[in-house]
């Protein structure tokens, strides 16, 4: 459990900063890959509410609806430091 944890902690960021860009550069291929391997990742830690966020930002993209894409954005920032800290606060006591 630690492991994964810390490897999503590790790649968290990584995967935001592609969906940024992906967004600033609107590139809608880039935003589908890049919110599909995030929502993976966030399915894989139990981050349900923040994996629902990662597949709407995955269907703007499939749908070249980017106009959508920067209340979502504010989303996913938000529920990913909220999971952050949770899982912090989990490796911790581990």
Same mark, same amino acid.
């Given at each position: 459990?630690?492991?994964?944890?810390?490897?999503?902690?590790? %790649? =968290?960021?990584? *995967?935001?900063? !592609?969906?940024?860009? &992906?967004? !600033?550069? #609107?590139?809608?291929? &880039?935003?589908?890959? &890049?919110?599909?391997? *995030?929502?993976? %990742?966030?399915?894989?830690? @139990?981050?349900?509410?923040? =994996?629902?966020?990662?597949? !709407?930002?995955? #269907?703007? @993209?499939?749908?070249? !609806?980017?106009?959508?894409? =920067?209340?979502?954005?504010?989303?996913?920032? %938000?529920?990913?430091?909220?999971?952050?800290? &949770?899982? #912090?606060?989990?490796? #911790?006591?581990?």
């Amino acid at each position: 459990m630690k492991k994964l944890i810390s490897i999503y902690l590790s %790649s =968290a960021p990584t *995967f935001q900063t !592609q969906i940024e860009n &992906a967004i !600033q550069a #609107e590139d809608s291929d &880039a935003l589908v890959k &890049a919110a599909h391997t *995030f929502k993976s %990742s966030a399915t894989n830690i @139990g981050a349900e509410l923040l =994996a629902d966020i990662c597949q !709407q930002l995955e #269907e703007c @993209g499939d749908k070249n !609806q980017l106009s959508r894409t =920067a209340e979502l954005l504010e989303k996913m920032h %938000s529920e990913s430091r909220r999971v952050i800290i &949770a899982l #912090e606060e989990l490796l #911790e006591k581990c």
